[in-house]
Structures are given as structure tokens and as C-alpha cells.
């Protein structure tokens, strides 16, 4: 079954009056988006929202989120709020946080050479002269550390499916990218999302995957056609594109390429229907558990952050 707010964000463009799935400089696209908003039964001359694929956004989660309120659903949410990728807040934040021994120790020797001439005085004057040098090389490490160690990034996710227990970190069970169309630059930015998700976990991987309304074969074809770093693609209308391929098809003489395209990305069961998606979120398990305390990783990171001052008690 297609999603219930479908026909609500299908429409065509004032300007031109082309369905807000096409693209205007693609006579295909806009052939194909005609017949999938007819099938849908979205009107003649029906408006489309000015920015469907936000629109979309959240009529997905305002959908999913009643379907299983003991889970968290949002959007634009980035993979290192959850306990599989938490590790990789850790040296962000120490970079962020890092601050050189130099100021503390060179107020604490100001406070040293301040005192009145004596043996204690004179041990206290050497004790952090010594230490100052020790940390110095501490210090040159961290920033030497700090030049070459690589900037990873993840994006963050359009809409997240996760567990949230108090006192521990929420486990990510799902995300989604979510593609009003598709370009070949936003499939590339899925495929990156995807393995970054797979190889920088530390867990269970989460189901990824991308949601679109893109009514051409080829471009669903670039995300679904086997590619391990997306799951599966998700149409917002399944039916109702399947009827629009099939009637283009039967009205074309000879072989339509994008017609063959459609049927196997079908039989392979690599673009689903918005009803799959449903079920995905409510198979997931009732009060999963988290195996990561709360603020352990960024316990660590404050660790780090706090030894130089706690030498500033000495």
C-alpha cells in the first residue's frame, strides 16, 4: 500500500506546470511524473508543496512515530548521538576541548616565584620546571595528533529510528535517507552515508535505507541496483509507479528500456513498497537494550580534557 500522504505532496508546478517529480529538461521524467501523479489521483493543476522533499520529511515521521511511540523517530539526526557510532565523538570533542598545559603551569610558576626565598620554595620552583617540560612534549604529541589525525564525518540522517533508555545511550535501529527525486549527485551522497554507516560501527549494524518518490527507472536503478550500502529503496507509491510504468510500457512500440529496468528491480526485491518500510519499524524488537551507559564515551573525552587542570590543584 502506497503511504497515506502520498497524493498530498504530488502535484505540479505553477511555473510550468510540470509534476514536481520531473525534471523539466527531461521529457521522460516528466512523462513518467504525469502518469504516476494520474495514477495516484492527484488532480489536474493540484499545487505540489513548495518543498515536497521536507514536506515529506516529516509526514513520514508524523506516520511512523504513533506506530511505535516506545521508539524515538526524528529527522536531521546525526549517527554519533547513538551507541554504535559514539566513538566517534570522542576525538571531535578532545579536539575541541584540548587545551595546552602551558597556561596553567605557567601561572602556577608565577605563583611559585612569588613565594619568599626557601628550601620548600626552591623544590616547588624546580618540581614545576621539571613538569613543565614533560608536559611540553605531552602537548606537542596532542597537537601533532591533533594535525594528522582525519576528519571523519557523517552525515547526518534525514530520519532516525532509535531506542531511548535513561542512562544509556540510544541504540540506532534505522535510518533513512530521504529523496523527494533523484540526482546522481544525491545517490552518491546515499551510497557514501551507507558506508560509513557499515564501517565505522561499533554494533549492531542499523537498517539503512532510502525513501524517494523518483518516478525513473534508471535513477532508482542507480541506489537499488545491488549496491551493499543501501538496503533497500523505498517508494512513497509503489502501486501507483507500477501502473504508470506499465501503462507508458504498453503504449510504446518495440522494447522500452526503462520499462525492463522497472521489472527487475522489482523481481529482485530491491525497491519496496512504502507498506514494507511500516512493517520494518514494528518488527523491531520491543525494549532493545542499550549496552553503553549514558555519557561513558564522552566521559572518556572529559578525562582527557580535565587532567591539566586537575594538575592546576597541585
Known amino acids: 500500500m502506497p503511504a497515506p500522504f502520498a497524493a498530498s505532496l ?42 515536497p522533499g521536507s514536506y515529506l520529511e516529516q509526514a513520514i515521521v508524523d506516520h511512523l512515530q504513533p506506530l511505535r511511540p516506545d521508539l524515538t523517530i526524528r529527522r536531521s539526526r546525526s549517527a554519533i548521538e547513538f551507541e554504535q557510532y559514539a566513538h566517534l565523538r570522542v576525538f571531535p570533542e578532545f579536539r575541541k576541548g584540548h587545551v595546552g598545559t602551558a597556561r596553567q603551569l605557567g601561572h602556577l610558576r608565577k605563583l611559585a616565584d612569588s613565594l619568599p626565598p626557601s628550601a620548600t620554595a626552591l623544590r616547588l620552583q624546580a618540581a614545576l620546571a621539571t613538569t613543565a617540560a614533560e608536559f611540553a ?31 544509556m545511550e540510544p541504540l540506532l535501529h534505522l535510518g533513512l535517507s530521504s529523496k523527494w527525486t533523484l540526482r546522481t549527485d544525491r545517490a552518491q551522497d546515499c551510497f557514501s552515508q551507507g558506508s560509513k554507516l557499515a564501517s565505522q560501527r561499533r ?20 541506489l537499488a541496483d545491488g549496491s551493499g550500502a543501501v538496503d533497500y529503496v523505498y517508494h512513497v507509491d509503489l502501486p501507483a509507479l507500477t501502473r504508470a510504468v506499465e501503462k507508458i510500457r504498453s503504449g510504446k512500440k518495440g522494447v522500452w528500456n526503462p520499462g525492463i529496468t522497472f521489472e527487475r528491480l522489482l523481481n529482485q526485491g530491491r525497491i519496496r513498497d512504502y507498506d514494507d ?31 591539566p587542570a586537575d594538575l592546576a590543584l597541585f
Not at 36 to 43: A, D, N, S, T
Open 10 to 51: 504530488g502535484g505540479y508546478r505553477a511555473d510550468s506546470g510540470n509534476p514536481n517529480t520531473s525534471d523539466n529538461g527531461d521529457d521522460g521524467s516528466k512523462e513518467l511524473g504525469r502518469a504516476l501523479l494520474e495514477e495516484m489521483g492527484v488532480p489536474e493543476g493540484q499545487e505540489g508543496p513548495a518543498n
Open 137 to 167: 612534549l605531552q602537548d606537542e604529541m596532542s597537537e601533532r595528533l591533533k594535525s594528522y589525525m582525519p576528519e571523519e564525518s557523517l552525515l547526518k540522517l534525514d530520519i532516525t529510528c532509535g531506542s531511548e533508555r535513561e542512562g
Open 203 to 222: 554494533g549492531p549494524m542499523p537498517h539503512y535505507a532510502v525513501i524517494t518518490m523518483e518516478p525513473r527507472p534508471a535513477m532508482l536503478k542507480i
Open 277 to 307: 518500510l511500516v512493517w520494518a519499524v514494528q518488527s523491531i524488537p520491543v525494549g532493545a537494550k542499550s549496552r553503553v551507559p549514558e555519557g561513558a564515551v564522552n566521559a572518556v573525552a572529559h578525562k582527557a580534557e580535565s587532567g
